[in-house]
């Protein structure tokens, strides 16, 4: 009996823009740096991270945020906001020719947002405004809705039916760890599972799940080196996109930075986890990516 081939949920497809994501496709990564601080080095990151994903044959949606509207401080450093994060955001996607995905926190910006970006995120602490998804569904765009850190995953299936009746077909669902406690964050890996069987395609947010919020006297606290083992974790359980911030001088970050991820470890996570999807995918019968298979 192959218990690997008979447990693996089928998910639809979702298309970013030109990027497929799905089952049948390549582990897709989703990444960039948690806030925009300006362009040129908005723009440097992005060409890296283009760089490396060509180079791995994964392909790539990159992140970054025009305002961080949930900082724990009200002092803290929140983004260039939304004019012109939207203007450096349409530079990375005409100069680089990748799609590009930031999030929003009011109905009003859906519309702005989707004339730059080919996904719209929509952060787990307003997972279930329901005027905020279907802004987000009325644009026509991808949607990629993380679960929120008090919800089951189970009860995803209600913000599905939110972005389904308002006309949306293209959605991404994230899993971003759960409150266990005060300032701490746990990940139930059977989330991903009975998050596939809605027949979605799940993404694993691997930088956001090892914060610790408020945990560190007015701002976000985390372990940056939990981020490789839980990546790995997730992709050996079957997902079909991972989300990675990253940035050259995680310390110097204004937003994250307790839990950003490196970017100069970044390729070397990115070429171990192709390769455990790799291993996953043969355990289970299922047909290998190119990727996969020059990893092996």
């Known amino acids: 009996m192959n218990d ?10 979702t298309r970013i823009g030109d990027v497929v994501c799905g089952a049948s496709h390549p582990l897709l990564v ?30 790539l949606i990159f992140k970054a945020s025009f305002d961080k509207a949930n ?14 994060g939207l203007e450096i955001l349409a530079e990375v996607r005409d100069q680089l020719s990748v799609p590009v995905t930031t999030d929003i926190h009011e109905s009003h910006q859906a519309t702005a947002v989707a004339e730059v970006c080919d996904l719209l995120q929509i952060p787990a602490f307003l997972v279930r405004q329901t005027d905020l998804l279907i802004a987000a569904a009325g644009t026509g765009k991808a949607v990629n809705v993380k679960k929120g850190q008090f919800m089951a995953p189970s009860d995803m299936r209600f913000v599905v039916e ?18 266990f406690g005060y300032g701490r964050l746990v990940n139930d890996f059977s989330g991903l599972v009975a998050m596939r069987q809605m027949g979605i395609p799940v993404v694993f947010d691997a930088t956001h799940s090892v ?17 490789a083992p839980l990546a790995r974790a997730a992709v050996a359980t079957g997902i079909d996109a991972i989300f990675l911030e990253t940035h050259p001088n995680p310390d110097q970050s204004p937003s994250d930075a307790a839990n950003i991820f ?7 996570l990115i070429r171990s986890l192709i390769a455990i999807d790799g291993a996953r995918r043969t355990a289970a019968g299922l047909p290998l990516h190119s990727a996969a298979k020059r990893s092996k």
């Open 162 to 179: 939110k972005l389904s009746g308002s006309g949306c077909n293209e959605m991404l669902l994230t899993e971003r760890g759960t409150f």
């Open 71 to 84: 900082r724990t401080s009200a002092g803290s450093f929140r983004g260039v906001g939304l004019e012109r």
């Open 211 to 227: 914060q610790q919020p408020g945990g560190s006297s007015g701002i976000t606290g985390g372990n940056r080196e939990m981020v």
């Open 30 to 59: 989703i990444a960039g740096p948690c806030v925009i601080e300006d362009r040129d080095s908005l723009l440097h990151l992005a060409t890296e991270l283009k760089q490396i994903c060509q180079s791995c044959n994964v392909s």
């Open 262 to 268: 490196p970017l100069n470890r970044f390729e070397s």
């Open 4 to 13: 690997g081939h008979l447990n693996e949920p089928a998910t639809r497809e």
